[in-house]
């Protein structure tokens, strides 16, 4: 995409993050902005691991500061007085002793937003706790929903945690930056890994899939069995995945099977009543499977409208024609002389990817170039860098009305299409920071999150999804439907759909035709493999995503053999769809942003796939440069990682997670473990402890399994070496950092039987207030009100389309 054209240009962010937080200011840098990555004299710890560095900091300027040094500091305060957003992973202890703390730096730079990128955030018992992206997981929840009950928990593939921090902060940093465009004061904004986490990967306690419906309503002790969720099965030339949630989908496989009688009872068109006869039902479709080729059941559960896709290793991603057409993968320079096949971006801009467009810097490249500069020009750059994206301008009027103090997007108004999980994050970020959210249903097809659970209207699920919305009652297929929602278009910002490739066209209501009527309107429209190349018109739910991406060939026990099928340990998770929504709010937000400037909207488009893919940047470029390297547990995302285990613990299925990144954390564990001689001769260096893996655990496994998950990670901590403890959802609530930080809040709704916990804000800002908890709306909640004042109708006239099914006022849901 044409630099001048990209949504965030001429915003300046001042990089100064290691490890997951690098990936929030590249994702800006795709979308436009000019990022400057400044290094210490030494250069970036992360340049340990070439390909995760230079896939982390693509399309960044490379600046050289030391900041433990007076004049560093200075010229830091030079950059940061051009600047618009400061991006910084210091600890508290380095921050104060630099002077840099986010509150000096707001002092000296009022109208400068400043977004703090922690593992553990600024406050709470855990604030300088080391964290991983294993510890993360295990500390997070994810790693009590991974792998079989009474088997080892698995580690999710390396850069899905540290994707969702990065996105995460990403859209916290531009949310800050709005409010700065609207009031002119700078922001401080506290982002905390750990919380993005348990609140944007898969929250327990946020909106669900459909298949939620075949799990118990609480939340039981036991790890979940996952493989029944999105069942795996063995076939000619690999594996294959189904996904039957709905009644029409598990009657096409009825009639695949030969219409078995056992099956016949109208009882099997539930979830839950085929995943309770999974042990009886899955045999049968194993049989059915056995021996046919991939590619052949592929075709024909899509001629039946049976969900179903390979799961494809990361070798058979990359030569994936699906991913070349649509530009996903590309072979491209991602640093100074290193060529790998990577993805390229998470989104498309007006037909056009918005993605890597440069490779990352060398260290301190662009040093003598922007320091020389008081106020960056349009010059060309050295190093093979395109022209400058960042020219400076007068402060923008986003032309939005309304209140900043009623949340910093009030005054937006989206209109919401959106289904299921990935719809109703995306929504639900907008609404929470103030935008006025109309989430628009139809009875004839009713948001598949209604139907999770059984009751009229209403379930936790939704509840989470949609609060802080308002509901209208509308039928798009009708002539006069479409008519009031065009109408609606004129007064909007934003209309988000994450429906099958071309449905919004067959509507009517593609961006072409909206932008006819308001040439300011924003449409997004997402899908599981996007409107282009061959699998374009594949059903898609999260589970073929990452069955088809890669992610759960990664996302594998190890010690299984590659034809068990019961090894896939991704089921139980809801991914990608929640961090798609992340990922897709980021970009909607930052055309609001160029819109300012240009004055017109845009056309925005997410494939689910295309998220997937992100953060398997490094073992995809991996497997590209040595083919057949890449299994699951051998890439650590870049991290310098020689040492991840999940370890038991004393108790009943309790785990941990120890993760020795290098010599030192290996020399402070073996003094925890009683036996410092470790710390000397071959189990000293990275490569001798590799050498010895197997030995190297037992003995770790030994320690461990004396201490609860508490106990390891309070020790080791201490000691400084990356622990934690494997957290099951329900201990979220009351885990002492989460309790310290006020991470969750009560949601009460009149139609649930009783209050549920929910997030409490996306992060810690200094002056933006935490999201209200408005209920969720039941279907047409707000019709009347809506058209009234938005559409001008009269009462007459609205129970005059309500008769004729056009509108749909709320009816009398039952209770939960």
């Given amino acids: 995409m044409a630099a001048r054209t990209l949504p965030l240009r001429r915003v300046r962010v001042l990089d100064l993050t290691e490890g997951a937080a690098q990936s929030c200011g590249r994702y800006l840098a795709d979308l436009g902005a000019e990022v400057l990555r400044i290094e210490p004299p030494g250069g970036s710890p992360g340049r340990a691991e070439p390909v995760a560095f230079a896939l982390r900091n693509a399309g960044k300027l490379g600046l050289v500061l030391d900041l433990d040094d007076e004049t560093g500091r200075e010229r830091l305060h030079e950059l940061a007085g051009t600047a618009d957003i400061l991006l910084d992973s210091s600890g508290e202890g380095i921050a104060r002793a630099r002077g840099l703390t986010p509150e000096a730096l707001s002092a000296r730079h009022p109208r400068l937003v400043i977004v703090s990128i922690t593992a553990f955030g600024r406050s709470g018992p855990y604030r300088d706790f080391t964290a991983t992206e294993p510890v993360l997981a295990a500390l997070g929840g994810v790693l009590s929903r991974s792998g079989l009950p009474g088997s080892r928990p698995v580690l999710p593939p390396a850069g899905l945690v540290d994707q969702t921090v990065g996105v995460h902060a990403a859209w916290a940093a531009l949310v800050a930056y709005v409010r700065r465009l609207r009031t002119g004061a700078g922001e401080l904004v506290d982002v905390c890994a750990h919380e993005a986490v348990v609140h ?184 093979g860098a395109p022209d400058r994206t960042g020219e400076r301008g007068p402060e923008l009027d986003l032309g939005i009305p309304g209140d900043p103090a009623d949340g910093p997007l009030a005054g937006l108004r989206v209109l919401d299409l959106g289904v299921i999980v990935f719809g109703a994050e995306l929504g639900r970020l907008f609404a929470d920071q103030g935008a006025d959210v109309i989430k628009i249903e139809n009875e004839a097809f009713p948001d598949g999150l209604r139907q999770t659970r059984r009751g009229g209207g209403m379930n936790a699920s939704f509840a989470w999804g949609q609060r802080n919305k308002r509901g209208l009652g509308l039928d798009l297929r009708s002539e006069q439907g479409a008519a009031l929602f065009r109408e609606l278009v004129r007064h909007a910002d934003i209309v988000a759909a994450n429906f099958k490739p071309g449905t919004l066209e067959s509507l009517g209501l593609s961006h072409a035709r909206l932008a006819e009527i308001n040439p300011r309107i924003i449409v997004s429209d997402s899908s599981a493999f996007g409107s282009r190349g061959p699998w374009s018109g594949r059903m898609g739910y999260g589970p073929l995503v990452r069955s088809s991406c890669g992610v759960s060939a990664l996302w594998r026990d190890p010690t299984r053999a590659e034809t068990d099928s019961q090894a896939y340990c991704d089921g139980s998770t809801v991914y990608p769809d929640h961090i798609a929504g992340h990922v897709t709010a980021v970009a909607a937000l930052a055309a609001v942003i160029r819109r300012a400037r240009s004055g017109r909207g845009a056309a925005l488009e997410t494939a689910q796939a295309d998220v997937a893919v992100m953060p398997l940047g490094p073992a995809l470029a991996a497997e590209s440069l040595a083919p057949g390297t890449v299994a699951p547990g051998t890439v650590d995302g870049g991290a310098g990682n020689m040492f991840a285990a999940v370890l038991p613990c004393a108790g009943d299925d309790e785990w941990c997670v120890v993760d020795v990144r290098g010599d030192e954390h290996w020399a402070r564990l073996t003094t925890v473990l009683g036996r410092p001689e470790l710390a000397v001769g071959e189990l000293a260096s990275a490569g001798g402890r590799r050498a010895r893996w197997a030995e190297v655990e037992e003995l770790i496994a030994r320690w461990t399994a004396q201490c609860t998950p508490a106990q390891v990670t309070a020790i080791l901590q201490e000691a400084g070496v990356p622990a934690g403890a494997m957290v099951r959802l329900p201990e979220e609530l009351t885990d002492p950092q989460l309790v310290a930080r006020q991470s969750f809040r009560t949601l009460e709704h009149p139609l649930l039987s009783r209050p549920v916990p929910a997030n409490a804000r996306i992060a810690r800002f200094s002056t933006i207030a935490d999201p209200p908890l408005r209920p969720a709306p039941v279907p047409g909640e707000h019709t009347r009100e809506i058209c009234r004042t938005l559409l001008g109708l009269t009462e007459d006239e609205i129970d005059r389309l309500a008769a004729a099914g056009v509108l749909q006022p709320p009816s009398e849901p039952a209770l939960t």
């Fill in 200 to 383: 944007g990967f898969d929250p327990g306690f946020g909106t669900q899939g459909s298949a939620a419906a075949g799990r118990p309503e609480g939340f039981p002790r036991d790890r979940p069995d996952a493989s029944a969720f999105y069942p795996v099965f063995p076939c000619a030339d690999g594996h294959v995945r189904i996904c039957l949630l709905s009644r029409r989908q598990w009657r096409a496989m009825f009639a695949w099977l030969g219409e078995p009688a056992e099956f016949a009872d109208p009882s099997y068109d539930t979830i839950p009543a085929r995943f309770a006869a999974a042990d009886r039902l899955h045999p049968l479709i194993g049989a059915l499977f056995a021996g046919v080729r991939r590619d052949e059941l592929v075709a024909e559960g899509t001629r039946r409208g049976v969900p179903i896709a390979a799961v494809l290793t990361p070798g058979e991603v990359l030569a994936a024609d699906h991913f070349a057409e649509t530009g996903t993968l590309i072979d491209a320079e991602i640093a100074e002389g290193l060529r790998a096949r990577v993805p390229s971006g998470y989104v498309s801009i007006d037909g056009v990817r918005a993605g890597l467009r440069h490779r990352a810097p060398n260290l301190g490249e662009h040093t003598e170039l922007l320091l020389d500069e008081a106020v960056p020009g349009g010059g060309a750059l050295g190093g």
